[in-house]
């Protein structure tokens, strides 16, 4: 039997995306973002990506059918981001999504934005291994998961007590006077610094704190670190080294995700490890999980950069595995849910 062909659209924060996958083929990944015009608010503003989702929404939609030669009338089911992230966001796509399931007939999967990140390694790699730990890292996302079935069978291990990863790199960014998104160009000023330059802290690797938190992040210290560290040089009428804080602050960071992400593959004796979220794209995080993964004996399996940030193909691989799974179609009357936690995986 053919994997049925689907069409995932995503729209939890200010990137429209329409994929279509057929079980782990990618046909098609259109993605239209507004990240221009929060820039200068310096994040982003939930009314203004609403917006920008409903002129987008169908013109993406047109593209990502024309790209894979496919007639909506082919498709065998619709699957959207249910939550979490913005809910004036998230309406546009699950109206889009209820209206289409309802003029073509077809299945609605109202899916978790979290598992698209973490299942839309696939479309790179085939099938997941089974368990798998997942290191799920995003603007609003930090979190430790065991994986036994992407449809069906997700638990949290840990996730952060403050900021998320991809946050803190926004607003370090912020306060360095570097543009929005932080994480890409903190990435590129790192590349240009010494990592040992400044020594900011690691968060919740204390002994005291792995008791209680041992799959946990915190990356809220480490921003104020950074903060007063570069107001004390500008109070001082010293020039701020850019790179080297950027490169040190992105080392404090990546440490962390990778030394806790071999240690919960340890701890659950499990022997694959899968990273996705936005600052899956980092460069220093990838090479510096591949290193400590192959030290410790772990399988990494990275999707290539262009798939950690937010698409639509990664929704529609969830919606695919969920159908594949016998999991019920969601209600044509599916509210979205701005907080929905990572253990629902359809809604
Ligand atoms: O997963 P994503 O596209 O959206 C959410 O679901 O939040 O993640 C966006 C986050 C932003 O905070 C952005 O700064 C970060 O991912 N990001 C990166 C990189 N590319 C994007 N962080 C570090 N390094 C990168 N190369
Ligand atoms: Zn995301």
Redesign the pocket.
């Known amino acids: 039997m053919t994997a049925p062909l689907v069409l995932g659209i995503e729209s939890?924060?200010d990137?429209t995306g329409v994929g279509i996958v057929r079980g782990t083929e990618l046909l098609a990944n259109q993605v239209a973002s507004s990240v221009d015009l929060h820039a200068r608010f310096g994040g982003v503003v939930p009314e203004v990506a609403s917006r920008a989702h409903l002129e987008a929404m169908l013109p993406t939609l047109a593209r990502a059918c024309e790209d894979a030669e496919v007639d909506l009338s082919e498709v065998d089911g619709i699957a959207v981001t249910a939550g979490p992230?913005l809910v004036s966001a998230l309406v546009v796509g699950v109206a889009t999504a209820k209206a289409l399931a309802v003029a073509l007939n077809k299945p609605l999967y109202g899916v978790n934005?979290l598992i698209g990140?973490v299942a839309v390694d696939v479309l790179d790699h085939g099938p997941l291994p089974s368990p798998a730990i997942a290191l799920l890292?995003?603007?609003?996302?930090s979190s430790l998961l065991r994986v036994d079935d992407i449809a069906t069978s997700v638990r949290e291990l840990g996730s952060t007590i403050d900021d998320?990863?991809?946050?803190a790199?926004?607003k370090v960014?912020r306060l360095l006077g570097l543009p929005y998104?932080?994480?890409?160009v903190?990435?590129k000023a790192a590349a240009l610094g010494n990592p040992r330059a400044i020594a900011f802290p690691r968060g919740l690797t204390a002994t005291k704190d792995l008791a209680k938190h041992r799959f946990d992040f915190s990356f809220s210290g480490l921003k104020t670190a950074v903060a007063r560290w570069v107001e004390t040089r500008r109070r001082d009428g010293e020039d701020v080294p850019i790179n080297d804080v950027a490169a040190s602050f992105q080392e404090a960071v990546c440490d962390v995700l990778t030394a806790k992400a071999i240690a919960a593959c340890e701890a659950e004796g499990i022997g694959d490890l899968l990273i996705g979220?936005?600052?899956a794209?980092?460069?220093r995080?990838r090479s510096l999980l591949e290193e400590r993964a192959t030290a410790a004996g772990i399988r990494l399996r990275r999707p290539r950069?262009g798939l950690?940030?937010?698409n639509g193909a990664m929704i529609a691989v969830v919606g695919g595995a969920a159908m594949v799974a016998g999991v019920r179609p969601s209600s044509l009357d599916i509210g979205v849910d701005s907080g929905l936690p990572v253990s629902t995986i359809v809604v």
């Open positions: 939890s924060c990137e992230g934005h990140h890292v995003s603007g609003g996302h998320a990863a991809g946050e790199y926004d960014a998104p932080g994480g890409p903190i990435d979220g936005g600052v794209a980092n460069s995080l950069p950690c940030t937010d």
